[in-house]
Each structure stands twice: as structure tokens, then as C-alpha cells.
Antibody, heavy 117, light 111 residues
């Protein structure tokens, strides 16, 4: 069965960077793009961007350009999302989700990133 | 920037029907498919409607979706409400650059 398993919770100081991983299994990793979506406490879903595991091309939401980097490792079927220059407003649960256009058909369990001094 | 506007909350009694709207701010609602996701507290979102009105396998037929070009909106209807339907619901579509846009979410309360 399709599974997306994310790395554990992180606590970071303002100005630092965080790198969240999402390990895919149960399907051919390079056949499906993967999105990153975040959700601040008590807030809605916010799309951050998408990566093509077959070739490493990316497309980022305007809001995060310059601060976010999405990469993949085909050897381990893992995608990564790194967010830099963290501020308190980046405190959120970060999700990876598989793209089965036009929908997101499988989601990771989420990774809580807390930014606090 | 494209916005999808949803009501903040709706509530209804068990067995009744609720409809959640999702209004597109610019461009035609028919230009890009609309999806709906259910998110229960503490859980990841799950797909309940895709391509405007299709249900993934395992989603009961109490859930239905539609679009209305006259109001430039999409709707999610849940009939025969059950307590397990209490959750947040998000619509999702795409802008002209094929970037993903989510609605703000609607909290459904089953009284």
C-alpha cells in the first residue's frame, strides 16, 4: 500500500533552517510528483510547492521562493523540504502529499516544526 | 492572486444535509477541476471529492460535489449527516500558472 512517512518533530530558533523528509513506499517513486503543504496552528492548508522525483524539477509558491528548497533521493525514495531563515510564523505542521492530478491522493502524517527562541 | 472563499462554519443535525460553498475569485470555476478534502482533528487531510464530482473509492455516496458557473462556485454536499462527518473541509483548485490554491476551510459541526 502507498505510504508517505515523514521525519519527526523539530524545534528551531529564528533564523535557522529546517529539513523535513518524506519517504515513499508502495509505488514507483519516480512516477508521481510530490507536493509540500503546511498548516499553521488552527489555520488552513497552504501550498508550498511541488517536486518531480523523476528529474528533480521543482515549482515553488511565490511566497516561499528564495527560502524553500525541495530535493529528492531516488536511491531511498525520499523527498526533502528545506526551509531557511525561519521565523515564528513558520511554526506549522508540514505535510508531503502525492500528486495524482488533479488531486492529492495520499498524504504523509505531518511533521510539526516549532520556531521559538 | 486567486482566492477560494468558503464559509467559516456550518452546523446541522444528524441525518440532515449540509452544503459547503467554494467561490472562485477570478477566472471561471469550470476552467480547473475542484477537489475537496476532509480533515479530522489531529489527522492528515483525505480526499472526498475530485474532478468536481468524483468520489475516491471508499468515500460514501453521501458525499457529492458540483460546480455552478453562474455563481462561479463549487459545492460539497453531505447528506444523511453522521457524527463522524464532523471535520474541517477544504476545497482546492489551480490558478492560471497551475499553482495549487486551497480554500480557507469550513468547520462542519454535527449538532
Amino acid at each position: 500500500q502507498v505510504q508517505l512517512v515523514q521525519s519527526g518533530a523539530e524545534v528551531k530558533k529564528p533564523g535557522a533552517s529546517v529539513k523535513v523528509s518524506c519517504k515513499a513506499s508502495g509505488y514507483t517513486f519516480t512516477s508521481y510528483y510530490l507536493h509540500w503543504v503546511r498548516q499553521a496552528p488552527g489555520q488552513g492548508l497552504e501550498w508550498m510547492g511541488i517536486i518531480n522525483p523523476n528529474g528533480d524539477s521543482t515549482n515553488y509558491a511565490q511566497k516561499f521562493r528564495g527560502r524553500v528548497t525541495m530535493t529528492r533521493d531516488t536511491a531511498t525514495s525520499t523527498v526533502y523540504m528545506e526551509l531557511s531563515s525561519l521565523r515564528s510564523e513558520d511554526t506549522a505542521v508540514y505535510y508531503c502529499a502525492r500528486n495524482s492530478y488533479p488531486r492529492f491522493d495520499h498524504w504523509g502524517q505531518g511533521t510539526l516544526v516549532t520556531v521559538s527562541s | 492572486n486567486l482566492m477560494l472563499t468558503q464559509p467559516h462554519s456550518v452546523s446541522e443535525s444528524p441525518g440532515k444535509t449540509v452544503t459547503i460553498s467554494c467561490t472562485r475569485s477570478s477566472g471561471s470555476i469550470a476552467n480547473n477541476y475542484v477537489q475537496w478534502y476532509q480533515q479530522r482533528p489531529g489527522s492528515s487531510p483525505t480526499s472526498v471529492i475530485y474532478e468536481n464530482n468524483l468520489r475516491p473509492s471508499g468515500v460514501p455516496d453521501r458525499f457529492s460535489g458540483s460546480i455552478d458557473s453562474s455563481s462561479n462556485s463549487a459545492s460539497l454536499t453531505i447528506s444523511g449527516l453522521k457524527t463522524e462527518d464532523e471535520a474541517d473541509y477544504y476545497c482546492q483548485s489551480y490558478d492560471t500558472r497551475n499553482h495549487v490554491v486551497f480554500g480557507g476551510g469550513t468547520k462542519v459541526t454535527v449538532l
